[in-house]
């Protein structure tokens, strides 16, 4: 019920595209925020994206004009269009909502604004 499951992985060459996928369950899928957030190894988790109640985009700073963030309502699916991949962005990528109950987010880029999590899927970037 609030399952989230990432899709969409895989190992890429720099300057290389993927295309990332979330599957929302239906009491986890949120009107309010949802993002996507990223762990290298060692390191923190960092939000990269995020999309408000009002279908807004947000993006960190460098994946500004390469990342698209999307959903489909209809379908409870979140998405993130990756362009231009670097080498450095090799990480975990997870899908996050937040619970209904919350209401809205701050800026959506921290990790305690949300509630639900998938357990990620890999991209690797080769240089």
């Known amino acids: 019920q609030g399952q989230l499951v990432e899709s969409g992985g895989g190992s890429v060459q720099a300057g290389g595209s993927l295309r990332l996928s979330c599957e929302v369950g239906?009491?986890?899928?949120?009107?309010?925020?949802m993002a996507w957030f990223r762990q290298p190894p060692g390191a923190d988790r960092e939000g990269v994206a995020v999309?408000?109640?009002?279908?807004?985009?947000h993006y960190t700073d460098s994946v500004k004009a390469r990342f698209t963030i999307s959903r489909d309502k209809s379908k409870h699916t979140l998405n993130l269009q990756m362009e231009q991949l670097k080498p450095e962005e090799s990480a975990l990528y997870f899908c996050?909502?937040?619970?209904?109950?919350?209401?809205?987010?701050?800026?959506?880029?921290?990790?305690?604004?949300?509630?639900?999590w998938g357990k990620g899927t890999q991209v690797n970037v080769s240089s």
């Open positions: 996050a909502t937040r619970s209904r109950g919350r209401g809205r987010c701050g800026t959506g880029f921290s990790q305690y604004e949300y509630d639900y």
């Open positions: 239906v009491y986890a899928y949120s009107d309010y925020c």
């Open positions: 999309i408000r109640g009002d279908g807004s985009a």
